[in-house]
């Protein structure tokens, strides 16, 4: 995934290790994706439309 979003936004993600299977993405302070919340992990694709909005 990381290199899905460098390769379709040129933006290099950084990892932050968490605890009890977190899967949060976020950008500019702003959660776009939440594992926790959706009960899933994200879709290919669908994290880089999401940060695309």
Do not use: C, T, W, Y
Not at 27 to 43: I, Q, Y
């Amino acid at each position: 995934m990381s290199a899905e979003i460098e390769q379709a936004l040129g933006a290099k993600p950084e990892l932050v290790k968490g605890d009890n299977g977190i899967f949060d993405v976020a950008a500019d302070g702003k959660l776009v994706f939440s594992k926790h919340r959706e009960n899933r992990f994200p879709n290919p694709g669908e994290i880089v439309q999401a940060l695309r909005r």
